[in-house]
């Protein structure tokens, strides 16, 4: 009986233990089946995966109807409002062409991030204004389902610029300027300097313009990768390579006066990849030059500034490379939370960084003190010598400061007007530019790619008017420039 | 009793998410799930029909729109009536609450209607406006700006006042007694930097700034930027 009844429950527990793994054998056998089956059906149908002899998936598309060379905040700007502006959903196929998805030594990461609208060319104010808008309503623009929004980690503080007795009059005519065009800028006597910032020395300071709205600074960082992933959200395909070649096709034609000129269109962008030899030749309708630092070099690929001096065709694109340093100090004795960016009469700047009292700052050098730009290395006795004087003159607590980090940074410097160029080139004529901004490509990038959009689309600056903007300046010799540079 | 529950919250939370993606912007503070867990199947719809992307991206953006519309500026009441009874009317509107000088407070009632009873008060200033929980934002604050006598303004919990919206208020520094930012999710110490502008505030309370990074000390460094104003907020100075 016992012997029995141990069989029977000694069976039910096999017949229950049987069961169980039965179960779980068959849910695994289940998993195995399916996916055999899965691949027995992508065997058999088409339009699966083809053993090709050579993967073509890594390379740009053979055509684009408009290649963007640069992936920086101008560029993908552009290419934004390329496709916010078309007539009809994924009418234009945009390509972005960037050498490096690092950034490594793009200029939009290693900047300061400031914005400011205390400019005297009022394009440039509403440039800055445009974009302020641009960034308060980031979310409205820049929004892409699903994802988190942005946060742009900005920082109203505002600029405080600072005039000697010379600057005093220009500073005055550029306030005018600035408050015609809607910004909030208010001008402020030593006294009241000194009553508002009391760590300020205003000695040598005839006049100071401060920005009490829409100025400040931001996380350049931020605003790249919340246009990157709403441009990616947008259609517009990304590359990383180097643009060597442009194959373009030219026409002779003669002018009223009876010169010959030589139209050039590009045809074909050769998109070399990233560490091979292979390149790619895209066919495209319009390449925008966005270079940057680097766009003298890509005008040059396509002819442009290859003629005789004097002539148009011999007018190169004069934006150059600039190397710029900023460091970074702590000084426990230093101005508090309302610091603005402070731009001194000699040119140095600062600005607070966090709320540990650490700061933010650095000077442009003099036209012969330009620092070799092959490398990205830091001259620290360039802070001990020409900034930290100023400096500490400007700030006397700033006498105490210790250095915590420093690094360098590239300007697309515009040698000469030190101002943005935008538009199509007078003789390639489907090159457009949007670049040599000299340090304030970021603050103007949202306004600035609008406005080549609109170029490219209407054939015409709808919202704001950049034709001082144009390269054909550059032959006539019309400079546009600031009345202060910083 | 650990295990169902986590399977409870596998399954739940799927469609209470995917309402949410299309409704909530303030994910911000949300926490960040598992990335398996979060899609959803209107993500995966998304992801595979453009219509339905198209779709989500319409309401994403209607929503956008549908605060902007609060936000409308009331031009053609401040050229009627004047600066203070627009300013009343735009909070009004939006369900705050406002106090004209010498007179009681006027609020909304409980479905939003109130009486145009102050239409007469147009030669009073607006002495304190009470907006807290409001959907106000900057283009919102454009209505209040032209109070000249404003004293005291509480935005408490707004859910679009940003830092941008502080600098913004400057127009109001030489009246502002008291300001109340309690509870705003997108107000940050970045923003606070700003206040140095109002030297006249007595009263400021920044307790509860989800965005402030550093409470305690960025209740200090306000503290000494504002000497003569008493601060609300995180209490471990």
């Known amino acids: ?486 | 009793m650990a295990a169902p529950r986590a399977s409870l919250c596998l399954v739940a939370p799927v469609w209470n998410r995917g309402t949410r993606g299309v409704r909530g912007l303030n994910r911000m503070v949300a926490p960040q799930g598992n990335q398996r867990k979060r899609r959803t199947l209107v993500q995966f719809l998304a992801d595979h029909f453009y219509d339905v992307q198209a779709l989500r991206e319409y309401f994403l953006h209607k929503q956008a729109l549908k605060v902007h519309q609060e936000n409308r500026s009331v031009n053609s009441i401040k050229n009627r009536y004047g600066p203070y009874i627009a300013g009343a009317f735009s909070v009004l509107n939006q369900g705050g609450a406002v106090k004209f000088q010498g007179q009681e407070w006027i609020r909304p009632n409980g479905r939003g209607h109130f009486s145009l009873d102050f239409l007469k008060f147009q030669a009073v200033p607006v002495e304190a406006v009470d907006a807290s929980g409001c959907t106000l934002n900057y283009s919102g604050l454009d209505n209040l700006l032209p109070l000249k006598e404003l004293q005291s303004l509480w935005l408490q919990r707004c859910p679009h006042v940003d830092d941008w919206c502080l600098s913004h208020l400057h127009p109001l520094a030489d009246s502002l007694q008291e300001l109340s930012l309690a509870g705003c999710p997108r107000i940050s110490e970045r923003g606070l930097a700003c206040l140095h502008h109002f030297q006249k505030l007595r009263k400021l309370d920044i307790s509860d700034l989800p965005s402030v990074s550093n409470p305690g000390l960025t209740r200090i460094l306000v503290e000494e930027m504002l000497p003569n104003c008493e601060v609300l907020g995180a209490d471990w100075a």
């Open chain 1, 1 to 486: 009986m016992l012997r029995k009844a141990l069989q029977l429950s000694s069976c039910r527990r096999l017949s229950a233990r049987g069961l169980s793994t039965r179960r779980g054998g068959s849910t695994l056998d289940w998993g195995g089946k399916v996916s055999e089956i899965k691949k027995k059906i992508r065997s058999v149908l088409p339009g699966g995966t083809w053993d090709l002899p050579y993967d073509t998936s890594h390379l740009p598309p053979e055509h684009a109807d408009v290649v963007i060379v640069g992936g920086g905040v101008i560029g993908l700007s552009v290419a934004y409002w390329l496709k916010r502006l078309e007539t009809q959903r994924g009418a234009i196929r945009v390509l972005v062409v960037e050498r490096d998805h690092t950034y490594r030594q793009a200029s939009t990461g290693l900047s300061v991030g400031g914005i400011r609208q205390q400019f005297s060319c009022p394009e440039n104010i509403r440039l800055s204004l445009f974009s302020a808008s641009f960034l308060r309503n980031i979310n409205d623009y820049l929004a892409v389902v699903d994802d988190p929004p942005l946060d742009l980690q900005f920082n109203p503080s505002g600029y405080l610029l600072l005039a000697s007795e010379k600057g005093a009059a220009v500073m005055e005519s550029n306030v005018k300027v600035q408050r015609q065009e809607g910004a909030k800028v208010c001008l402020l006597s030593p006294e009241q300097l000194r009553s508002k910032f009391p760590w300020i020395n205003t000695e040598g300071v005839a006049l100071a313009s401060y920005g009490l709205e829409n100025e400040g600074w931001f996380d350049p960082w931020c605003l790249l990768q919340g246009l990157r992933r709403k441009v990616q959200s947008m259609g517009v395909l990304f590359c990383q390579g180097e643009v060597t070649r442009f194959i373009s096709s030219s026409a002779h034609m003669e002018n009223a006066s009876g010169e010959e000129v030589t139209l050039k269109r590009i045809r074909e962008v050769h998109v070399k990849m990233d560490h091979s030899l292979e390149y790619q030749p895209v066919e495209c309708a319009v390449v925008i030059n966005a270079a940057g630092a680097w766009s003298g070099q890509i005008a040059e690929l396509a002819g442009i500034g290859n003629g005789p001096p004097g002539t148009l065709q011999g007018t190169k694109l004069p934006v150059e490379l600039r190397k710029r340093y900023v460091y970074l100090w702590h000084c426990p004795q230093g101005p508090g939370l309302e610091t603005p960016l402070v731009a001194d009469t000699s040119g140095a700047y600062f600005r607070r960084e966090g709320l540990g009292n650490s700061y933010l700052g650095g000077c442009s050098p003099t036209e012969e003190e330009e620092p070799d730009p092959g490398n990205l290395e830091v001259d620290h006795d360039f802070f001990q010598e020409k900034v930290w004087p100023h400096l500490a003159q400007r700030v006397p607590a700033f006498e105490t400061l210790k250095v915590r980090s420093a690094w360098a940074g590239y300007y697309d410097y515009n040698t000469f007007d030190q101002n943005g160029v935008v538009g199509p080139h007078p003789l390639v004529v489907n090159m457009y530019f949007a670049t040599g901004f000299s340090g304030h490509g970021l603050q103007q990038a949202p306004a600035v790619g609008r406005a080549v959009a609109e170029i490219v689309l209407e054939g015409s600056f709808q919202t704001i008017n950049l034709s001082p903007f144009l390269f054909s300046r550059f032959y006539f010799g019309e400079k546009f420039q600031e009345a202060t540079i910083i």
